[in-house]
């Protein structure tokens, strides 16, 4: 089995990539919506597959996987990939989950990270209608991520949230502010946090998306403030998202501050930049 061609159409915004071969079948991979730029950079690498075997994954890999990097570029490759799994489970005759190890579950729990809907606000009662409305849907999440600070319009909406650069219509997903943050921004998130809880209980759990932006002691003080409050997790608080570095030192030091799980991985490019969060046990979860 050969390649014969790789193509990338955006449908929805989601930029759909298809790898075609000379005996009919072909692989799909897919790259979240945010990035329908990426239709060229996937397109790249046309000449690199073209003639090899599909099912030879690693083989194929070895030719552009050093041609990816950190959020968002990483994603054309590993779209790419995604493709090449496709089609070596369809030349199987099997899920191309059984090629990697075969499934340890048949169902999981799901938390809500996506669907959402306009919050009116980021006052507190803002949040805890939000959270109330989540609760509601059909899905029965177990959890909900909100986003908080720099991840979020507060750093906008609420004056003097923070000291430092603030990024005026940059355009961007994930543009990057960071700065010192205010005791009047302190004790806005919390009081946030407060009231989401408050309507949550016990019955949903609640994680924060919180950056990145955070200096080092903002973020050890925050995450013990909210200890008392069970949290699943605080996410991307130092680097993540769009930064191109992880800085797993800094990690470690608030994650070992606090009993509040510390949370990154989002933006890293393949196992290698992992292997220093887990081997110092720099952060509680990792989120890849």
């Known amino acids: 089995m050969k390649i014969t061609d790789l193509r990338c159409a955006v449908i929805g915004k989601h930029p759909i990539v298809r790898i075609v071969t000379d005996e009919g079948l072909h692989g799909l991979g897919e790259v979240e919506y945010t990035k329908p730029y990426l239709k060229p950079w996937v397109l ?3 000449e690199a597959l073209i003639g090899e075997d599909p099912t030879d994954v690693e083989r194929v890999m070895l030719k552009i996987r050093q041609r ?3 959020k968002p570029y990483g994603a054309a490759v590993s779209a790419i990939e995604h493709a090449l799994w496709d089609i070596a489970g369809k030349a199987a005759g099997v899920p191309a989950y059984k090629l990697l190890g075969g499934k340890v579950r048949d169902k999981v729990r799901v938390y809500n990270g996506s669907i959402r809907r306009k919050r009116t606000g980021d006052r507190p009662q803002d949040y805890a209608a939000d ?7 059909p899905q029965n999440f177990f959890m909900i991520k909100q986003g908080i600070s720099f991840h979020s319009n507060m750093k906008d909406t609420i004056d003097g949230f923070h000291y430092g650069v603030t990024q005026n219509k940059a355009g961007y997903h994930g543009a990057m502010d960071q700065g010192v943050i205010s005791e009047r921004g302190f004790n806005h998130m919390l009081d946030c946090v407060i009231a989401m809880k408050e309507v949550l209980g016990d019955k949903v759990s609640l994680a924060l998306d919180c950056g990145p932006g955070w200096m080092l002691p903002d973020a050890i003080k925050f995450a013990r403030a909210v200890e008392k409050y069970n949290l699943m997790w605080l996410e991307d608080m130092l680097t993540g998202d769009y930064v191109p570095w992880v800085n797993p030192q800094a990690y470690r030091e ?4 606090t009993s509040t799980p510390i949370h ?6 393949l196992r290698h930049n992992f292997k220093e969060l887990i081997e110092t046990q720099a952060v509680r979860v990792i989120g890849p």
Do not use: A, D, N
């Not at 608030?254 to 501050?257: F, I």
């Not at 990154?264 to 490019?269: C, D």
């Open 44 to 46: 790249h690498f046309r």
């Open 68 to 70: 990816g990097s950190f």
């Open 131 to 137: 959270v109330k409305w989540m609760m509601e849907q």
């Open 254 to 257: 608030l994650t070992t501050s």
């Open 264 to 269: 990154t991985g989002e933006q890293i490019y």
